[in-house]
């Protein structure tokens, strides 16, 4: 094996000139690595300078600011700085180095997730954004207090908060390990630098701040994506050779329509299984729903819901997909993975990088800062809305009127606090395997849950707060069971993946190592013993399970106890489903305007004109019948 090794090396040196102008090269264990040169550094050192600039500006020279100033940008923000934002809050590490990984390994059917994202722009527009927008909160789970009582608001928040504690140190672990990579730096002095810079420009800057820092990294990340996928198709003659060779190789088989819950991602396990995904991480999301009301209509934020997803993330999703078909055409005949020159599928894009462009001044520093880029946007708007709820849930009640005035120092404490946690979770994370998987499975277990409990407040009028909170509870107490016993039958090698078949022809003396490594490589099912099937489950479908059983177990509870008494507001629940309800019965009690809430606060630091402002006068309103009725249900 050894001499297996020193033959690859030898091979790969003379394939890779020594002198390169810009990335110095150096192989550890048979895995290529690129060192950070000045241009690289003044890349990377632009990026941060811009972000804590735009930080510094909003939070210093800008007007001052109060919760709705800070959450929501007051709702004066464009629709295209808000639509970038998204994007890039969504466009992590895990979007642009797990996914071209798993394309590579699993092939290409993650690209139907475009058709769920379609699916989820047009129920999250009908069906879920009327009713954010008209009561125009500041934390989405204000909405459940209103809808339920404080006790399944509560809950919920505690779910959101274990959703965003379960993805941000995914999000910020592979951009740290990339860097780490490049430059030599200890991972465990990489994080806190960098996610420090990230903490305080979110923590003093507030919404605005993030989404303009958000719309130039994001512009930088596009950048590195663009540049990468353009070189590779160069090497391996074009985008229809790259399609030919992913066929031929059965990495295009997208219209698999068996249905089978246990089949990684075929077309049913991606329609409908990541559709509810990705409407749990959407529809009801603090973060997605903060950027959704920081416009100043309905029709603004409808076409911030559009943009966003059935277009911007379309168009990520695809570059990546695309990427990783490029990557497998350039290694069909000699897998990275098998021959030792990477340690795992996390290594294959960064490797691939390397291999096409290497020699390009600077671009690999791109690379990097497009990665990191990314995340930090994913990490900034995670910080910036478990900050809002946590505030309006926990923290806003124990403030008396002279505290409220300071509002925005809580808040950013908050930031603080909450992106100390997040930085000392990533420690844990480089033990763990399978990124794209655990990114998707761990928030899973509480994404469910939560578009349950919303979807049951928002379609079904009959439903209770019994039926919410213990529907909610049983629901993530189930999926909780669901994805510890899958992830730890997967640690014992009970449960292994089934990679698609890789080859290595094409490399040198692969007669030597070809055979032993891609045994290592290729993991078949039958191979496992007869374990419970529950928990071959593909990981997909843990947000859908989750919100089945929220529904189906609140709406059970709800019709076995008392029906809620006063009726449930009209406009708490969604208008595609006024024709099928008695509207004498659910009356509109709030008397707000769907396309435009005006909230004229332009002295917003005086409080007494936030009190008199019809916005507030309507939402105090709110507040105390949300109140009474809860202590009604509650006594």
Known sequence: MENSTSNILQHVSTVLPSATPISTMNFTHGVEQFIFSWYDYVIFSFLLSVSLFVGIYFGCCGKKQNAREYLLAGGKLKVLPVVISSVASHTSGLTLLALPAEVYSFGANYW????????????????????????????????????????????????????????????TYIPSMAFSTATGMNIRIVTPIICGICIFYTSIGGLKALVWSDSLQFSLTMGALLAILGLGLNKVNGLSEALKIAADNGRLNLLDFQFDLTKRDCFW?????????WLSATAVNQGCVQKFLAVGTLRESKMVVFFYCAVGMVIVKTISVLTGLVMYAKYSTCDPLSTGQVRHGNEMLPHFVLDVAGKVPGLPGLFIAGVFCASLSS???????????????????????????????????????????????????????????????????????????????????????EGAFYGSLISIITNMVLVFGAYYLKTQKVIRAVYKPVSVEGCLNNTTFGPVLMQSHISPEEHSPIILSVFKISFYWYSCIGTCICICTGLLISYLTKEQDPPVARELLSPAIYGFIDLEKYIDRMDLDYDKVSDDLDSEDKLLERRLSKWEENRQERLRKASYISDQIES
């Not at 928002?458 to 707060?465: E, G, T, V």
Request: glycine content about 8%.
């Open 112 to 171: 139907l997730s475009a058709i769920s994202l379609w699916i989820v722009t047009f129920i999250t527009i009908y069906i879920y954004l009327p009713v954010f927008y008209k009561l125009q909160l500041t934390s989405t789970y204000e909405y459940l207090g209103l809808r339920f009582d404080k006790k399944t608001r509560k809950l919920a928040s505690v779910m959101f908060t274990i959703s965003v504690f379960s993805l941000v140190p995914i999000v």
């Open 269 to 277: 396990t991606m329609v409908i299984g990541f559709t509810i995904h």
């Open 379 to 465: 990490l900034s708007s995670n910080l910036n809305s478990l900050a809002g709820t946590l505030y309006e849930d926990f923290v806003k009640s124990r403030l008396n009127p002279k505290c409220m005035k300071k509002s925005s120092f809580f808040l950013k404490l908050l930031v603080v606090i909450v992106g100390t946690i997040g930085t000392a979770l990533v420690y844990g994370v480089e033990h763990l395997g399978g990124l794209l998987s655990l990114g998707i499975s761990a928030p899973g277990i509480a994404l469910g849950a939560l578009l349950g409990v919303f979807t049951l407040g928002i379609l079904f009028p009959r439903a209770n707060s």
